[in-house]
């Protein structure tokens, strides 16, 4: 009886670790596809990964987003994921982007936190905050 108990535990934590890895590997596949879509300038895929609730923030207003956004590009741009974490149905992902300012001819980079919400089983963009900013030439 304790041996089936023991088995029993043993599978059910490995149950749980595997859910665990396929929502990051998911959860990974879609930040990357996200920086890659910023830096391919290309706004409307970013909108079609946004949470519900960030369009409704920005009036469910798709042309809108991809203008303001065009606006403010940037000619050359770098992404790099550094971390990731997954709690339950809200991630963050620790993205280092870098953008080329032209007119100072150097590097801006700023490291940021990405919040990632699970919605109908795939994880959408939510917020960002600044962590960090650094200059280099």
């Known amino acids: 009886m304790k041996q ?5 535990i043993l599978l059910v934590a490995a149950s749980v670790t595997m859910a665990q890895s396929d929502a990051e590997a998911g959860l990974r596949s879609r930040v990357l596809r996200n920086l890659s879509h910023f830096e391919l300038e290309q706004y409307g895929e970013m909108w079609d990964m946004s949470s519900k609730k960030l369009r409704d923030d920005n009036d469910n207003d798709k042309e809108e987003f991809v203008r303001y956004l065009r606006k403010h590009h940037f000619p050359k741009v770098k992404t790099k ?18 953008l080329w300012v032209a007119e100072e001819s150097r590097w801006l980079s700023e490291t940021d936190e990405q919040t990632w919400v699970l919605e109908n089983g ?11 900013e650094s200059k280099s030439k």
């Open 81 to 98: 994921l550094i971390s990731l974490q997954v709690e339950g149905t809200v991630a963050k992902a620790k993205v280092e982007i870098s």
């Open 122 to 132: 795939d994880w959408y963009f939510d917020t960002f905050r600044l962590a960090e």
């Open 4 to 8: 089936t108990s023991l088995v029993t």
